[in-house]
């Protein structure tokens, strides 16, 4: 069973404060996927990230893929309260194996 | 870009009462469609794995019997909760992937399932 560590799992911050959300597994993952939920709402896709080392930027987001593809980590800059809810890593297996593993999600708050 | 819903958004029922839950996809074709439960504050679980045409794949410790998936067409896949009680109240979540984009699934935005 492939499990995926994601941390912190909570987190509150001051608007323009920096964070880092990290998700870690002992698995390989051919994928990683990072999702933003809003409450009451289904997970929108972020981001997907393939190679091991990738880095991939969405304005205030960056996100990395570990060289091993074992880890992946989530950067924001200057936060914003527009950026408040649960964001959500899922590894996903390799070949036929097309199910997704989600981690436990980081509920952040970003405060006005 | 792929879109998915979810029908219906929110329902209210009865103990014992039974419950179909619709996913859809609407602008392509879901080979595999995934039926997720989710607790307040906490992550997606999944329950099921739904082919088109053939019986789903449930999670170890998932009731098949109590929940009861149908894929019977490539935009169509459908969760039955059966003899509803209280402890089944959740955020239950579907996906649909299609054969051309397998890295990625696209998210219904969920039912809102409360058990009296």
């Known amino acids: 069973t492939q499990l995926l560590e994601q941390s912190p799992q909570f987190l509150s911050i001051q608007e323009g404060e920096n964070l880092t959300v990290y998700c870690n597994s002992s698995?390989?993952?051919?994928?990683l996927q990072w999702y933003r939920q809003e409450p009451g709402e289904g997970p929108v896709l972020l981001v997907t990230?393939?190679?091991?080392?990738e880095v991939k930027k969405l304005k205030r987001l960056t996100f990395q893929f570990g060289d091993a593809r074992k880890d992946s980590s989530l950067h924001i800059t200057a936060a914003q309260p527009g950026d408040t809810g649960l964001y959500l890593c899922?590894?996903?297996?390799?070949?036929?194996?097309?199910?997704?593993?989600f981690g436990k999600g980081t509920l952040l708050t970003v405060n006005p | 870009g792929a879109v998915v819903s979810q029908h219906p958004s929110w329902v209210i029922c009865k103990s014992g009462t039974s419950v179909k839950i619709e996913c859809r996809s609407l602008?392509?074709?879901?080979?595999?469609m995934f039926w997720y439960r989710q607790f307040p504050k906490q992550s997606l679980m999944l329950m099921a794995t739904?082919?088109?045409?053939?019986?789903?794949?449930?999670e170890q410790g998932v009731e098949k019997d109590k929940f009861l998936i149908n894929h019977a067409s490539l935009t169509l896949s459908t969760l039955t909760v059966t003899s509803a009680h209280p402890e089944d109240s959740s955020f239950y979540i579907c996906?649909?992937?299609?054969?051309?984009?397998?890295?990625?699934?696209?998210f219904g935005p969920g039912t809102r399932l409360l058990v009296l």
């Open positions: 996906s649909a992937q299609s054969g051309a984009h397998q890295e990625t699934q696209y």
């Open positions: 698995s390989v993952f051919s994928s």
């Open positions: 990230v393939v190679t091991g080392g």
């Open positions: 899922a590894g996903r297996g390799g070949g036929s194996n097309y199910k997704l593993t």
């Open positions: 602008d392509f074709q879901a080979t595999t």
């Open positions: 739904s082919n088109e045409g053939s019986k789903a794949t449930y």
